[in-house]
């Protein structure tokens, strides 16, 4: 196995995995800070770094059924929410190839 090379993200405010410290996503990522996830809260993200997808699978959501995939942090395999693959009702489309990270599994750095 070689060595995992992880992006360092620029900017004041940063989400970091809780276990490891590994940045997860940037504050000006967020696209809504009004979701729940298996663990408590949940900000739904444009997009994430230094993480790794579980495989594909259909899960029956508050908002419907989507197929999601977990995401883990790449550095010490924490899981640390979900990428929305597909929305099948169309008010949620929009959740499509964005990312929940529950926020019991991150931390802030910067705030």
Not at 16 to 45: N, Q, T, V, W
């Amino acid at each position: 196995m070689g060595l995992v090379f992880l992006e360092s993200l620029p900017g004041p405010k940063i989400y970091k995995c809780r276990r490891c410290e590994a940045h997860s996503a940037s504050s000006d990522a967020i696209m809504s800070k009004d979701f729940h996830g298996r663990y408590g809260p949940a900000y739904l993200f444009r997009s994430v770094v230094n993480v790794c997808l579980g495989p594909i699978e259909e899960r029956q959501l508050s908002t419907g059924l989507h197929t999601v995939n977990d995401i883990y942090c790449c550095s010490c395999n924490q899981v640390l929410g979900w990428k929305y693959e597909k929305a099948y009702e169309e008010s949620q489309k929009y959740k499509e190839g964005k990312y929940i990270l529950e926020i019991n599994r991150v931390v802030k750095e910067g705030w």
